[in-house]
């Protein structure tokens, strides 16, 4: 968890100041940033496998639930990337804004599908303490977030003010 808080900082603080003057991230804050997301993808998965802080469910209906969720995140995920090319995704090519497909539902369709992702996986190994991580995943994107539409409003401007008013950041 430490490495995923460690690096998801050191990410911030370099995509801030490198999306404030250039518009894109580099190399370097990009793999930050994967960084930060696979330390909390295994923070998660060791909580849930451990059964850190137990839900009191059953077996069957977490495992349900979960799987509900998770694949549902999944397919979220899944569906946003393929809009999506690697190099955009990561803020490296940004000449288009994308409103169609998942976009119309969410602005931000791969942070949320990777949330239930995780919250499913909690469910699964009924752990409290994996749905907490997947929590705090949430609230550690929201800065990253706000970052990313400073930028996108600089960018795009009108077009992307009226895709915010039409569209909800998460939920």
Same mark, same amino acid.
């Given at each position: 968890? =430490?490495?995923?808080?460690?690096?998801?900082?050191?990410?911030? @603080?370099?995509?801030?100041? /490198? =999306?404030?003057?250039?518009?894109?991230?580099?190399?370097?804050?990009?793999?930050?940033?994967?960084?930060? *997301?696979?330390?909390?993808?295994?923070?998660? =998965?060791? @909580?849930?496998?451990?059964?850190?802080?137990?839900?009191?469910?059953?077996?069957?209906?977490? #495992?349900? !639930?979960?799987?509900?969720?998770?694949?549902?995140?999944?397919?979220?995920?899944?569906?946003?990337?393929?809009?999506?090319? %690697?190099?955009?995704?990561?803020? !490296?090519?940004?000449? +288009?804004? #994308?409103?169609?497909?998942?976009?119309?539902?969410?602005?931000?369709?791969? !942070?949320?599908?990777?949330?239930?992702?995780?919250?499913? $996986?909690?469910?699964?190994?009924?752990?409290? /303490?994996?749905?907490?991580?997947? $929590?705090?995943?949430? !609230?550690?994107?929201?800065?990253?977030?706000?970052?990313?539409?400073? #930028?996108?409003?600089?960018? %795009?401007? /009108?077009? *992307?003010? /009226?895709?915010?008013?039409?569209?909800? +950041?998460?939920?």
């Amino acid at each position: 968890m =430490l490495l995923y808080l460690g690096a998801g900082t050191i990410a911030y @603080a370099r995509a801030r100041r /490198e =999306l404030m003057t250039q518009a894109s991230v580099s190399w370097p804050t990009f793999w930050a940033m994967c960084i930060a *997301f696979v330390g909390c993808g295994a923070a998660t =998965l060791i @909580a849930a496998y451990m059964g850190d802080w137990p839900l009191s469910i059953s077996r069957g209906m977490a #495992v349900a !639930l979960g799987a509900i969720v998770a694949l549902f995140g999944l397919g979220l995920h899944v569906a946003a990337r393929a809009q999506f090319t %690697f190099r955009r995704a990561w803020g !490296l090519d940004v000449d +288009r804004l #994308v409103t169609t497909g998942v976009y119309r539902w969410t602005r931000n369709p791969q !942070l949320l599908g990777w949330f239930c992702i995780y919250a499913g $996986v909690g469910f699964i190994g009924r752990s409290g /303490e994996a749905i907490l991580l997947a $929590v705090i995943f949430v !609230l550690g994107c929201i800065p990253w977030i706000k970052l990313e539409e400073r #930028v996108l409003q600089r960018q %795009f401007g /009108e077009a *992307f003010r /009226e895709y915010c008013r039409k569209t909800p +950041r998460l939920l």
